[in-house]
């Protein structure tokens, strides 16, 4: 079985290829181009060098959410019109698990971060039991300094992936039971989204392309001040 990781979800775009337990291809770019400037060239180029196509795909796994909600559409979509015109199902996965990932086996607790902006990342907490990634906290949006007190708190020890760390660097990196993952495990692989969507496969947990939407959370900015200036246009005119 062969699988199409995409993911999005941040300034990143990330594409792997993985047929069962063996990574085919992986192809990451993280630079100021758009997503809809360099999705959709990293997808054929790896086919081109691996000489296949969307043909040769059995399964998409993809990266829905929370993140960047432009990049999450260009990426989502674009999965969906894949397995739409192959017909062949969709595994979604949310983009902390995904970072946790980066972090196997590790004995600490992993706590993921996407920026929120306004000093808030998207985060929750993972523990890893054997080979098993767990939730052990739902997806919130937290202010960087309330996180960094709930460290401060606990008797835990925490690993922080993920690009929100890097913004807010400063605010984590003298916490004494804080450790700061390295730069090459901040960013979401899709590699790692694929071993996911395998694992979700199996368990039969998988969706048509018509089930799958973005993960945000919340509303975007756009949204937020819409609405505001709608309560205005209506109170004005009351």
């Not at 929370?66 to 989502?76: A, E, K, M, N, W």
């Not at 700061?180 to 199996?202: D, L, M, V, W, Y």
Request: hydrophobic share 40%; glycine share 4%; net charge neutral.
């Amino acid at each position: 079985m062969k699988v199409l990781g995409i993911d999005t979800s941040s300034k990143a775009a990330s594409v792997a290829i993985m047929e069962d337990d063996k990574l085919i291809s992986e192809y990451t770019i993280n630079n100021n181009k758009t997503h809809s400037q360099k999705l959709m060239l990293i997808i054929e180029n790896m086919f081109k060098l691996n000489e296949m196509s969307a043909e040769d795909i059995d399964l998409i796994s993809v990266c829905v959410g929370p993140g960047s909600f432009t990049g999450l559409r260009i990426g989502v979509a674009t999965a969906k019109a894949i397995a739409h015109v192959r017909d062949i199902p969709v595994v979604v996965v949310n983009s902390l698990e995904a970072l946790a990932f980066n972090m196997a086996m590790t004995n600490k607790t992993v706590c993921p971060m996407i920026d929120a902006q306004k000093k808030q990342v998207y985060t929750c907490k993972y523990s890893w039991d054997k080979d098993c990634l767990l939730k052990v906290e739902d997806i919130d949006v937290k202010k960087v300094d309330d996180l960094a007190a709930e460290f401060k708190s606990s008797c835990e020890e925490f690993v922080l992936v993920g690009e929100g760390v890097g913004l807010h660097k400063e605010v984590f990196e003298n916490i004494n039971n804080v450790y700061i993952a390295p730069n090459s495990h901040r960013t979401s692989r899709a590699s790692s989204i694929c071993e996911i969507g395998i694992q979700k496969f199996k368990k039969g947990d998988t969706k048509t392309h018509y089930d799958v939407v973005p993960y945000y959370i919340r509303k975007s900015q756009a949204e937020v001040q819409y609405e505001e200036k709608m309560k205005r246009l209506k109170e004005d005119g009351k």
